[in-house]
């Protein structure tokens, strides 16, 4: 059982298309991020969220605590956006994350 | 710039052979993590430390160790013990796991396969 899941798990867009990854868990959290982990492995934070919504550029996250639900969208899509992005959820009790299998984004010019 | 160094990048173990990859950080933070990530999978804690000298089993800890003797490393070794070691190794940071708000910093990992 895995208490975070995303979809889609592969996403293929044309450059300029609005896209949504969805992530969704089934345990009370403090917090979700957001994280783009780059063809050559590394990892970076985009977003940590506890409520409403955060934008940073062309980055828009959301999150809904009632739903257990938070989306992240990409506005004007580049293909440098092209990335798996990866939802991570820290439960209330604990010091652990627990991390979605990812949505592997390809954007193609 | 501050961040975390894993090193090597690439990692090759032969059967029956410990190996230790190496994790520092200049963030001056006081949690470390070691996760696996295997493909298909979510990333997955192996151990992590809350402070220098101290440190826990995280879900998939059996064939690994760790140290934690200064605050800026927490080298990672893998034993013979672990049988199935191929996969691609994520060290973590963040400033204190307690207050569970703040965000993680990820090196760049090193990949670890079996000749």
């Known amino acids: 059982k895995n208490e975070v899941e995303q979809s889609p798990q592969n996403l293929t867009a044309q450059e300029g298309e609005f896209i949504t990854i969805n992530c969704s868990y089934s345990v009370g959290i403090s917090a979700l991020h957001w994280l783009q982990q780059h063809p050559g492995g590394g990892i970076v934070s985009l977003f940590m969220l506890s409520s409403g919504k955060k934008k940073h550029g062309r980055l828009i996250a959301t999150i809904n605590i009632q739903e257990k639900h938070s989306s992240l969208h990409i506005t004007a899509s580049h293909p440098r956006d092209s990335a798996v992005y990866i939802c991570?959820?820290?439960?209330?009790?604990?010091?652990?994350?627990?991390f979605g299998t990812g949505t592997s984004l390809t954007v193609i010019p | 710039d501050g961040g975390i160094t894993q090193s090597p990048k690439y990692l090759f173990r032969k059967e029956g052979q410990n190996v230790t990859l190496s994790c520092e950080q200049n963030?001056?933070?006081?949690?470390m993590y070691w996760y696996r990530q295997d493909p298909g999978q979510g990333l997955r804690l192996i151990y992590y430390?809350?402070?220098?000298?101290?440190?826990q089993k995280g879900d998939i800890a059996e064939g690994y160790s760790v140290s934690r003797e200064k605050k800026e490393s927490f080298p990672l070794t893998v034993t013979s013990a672990q049988k199935n070691p191929t996969a691609f190794y994520l060290c973590?940071?963040?400033?204190?796991?307690?207050?569970?708000?703040?965000?993680?910093?990820f090196g760049d990992g090193t990949r670890l396969s079996i000749l």
């Open positions: 430390s809350q402070i220098v000298n101290d440190f």
């Open positions: 991570a959820v820290r439960p209330l009790t604990g010091n652990q994350f627990y």
């Open positions: 973590a940071s963040s400033i204190d796991p307690g207050q569970g708000r703040v965000p993680q910093h």
């Open positions: 963030l001056n933070h006081d949690a």
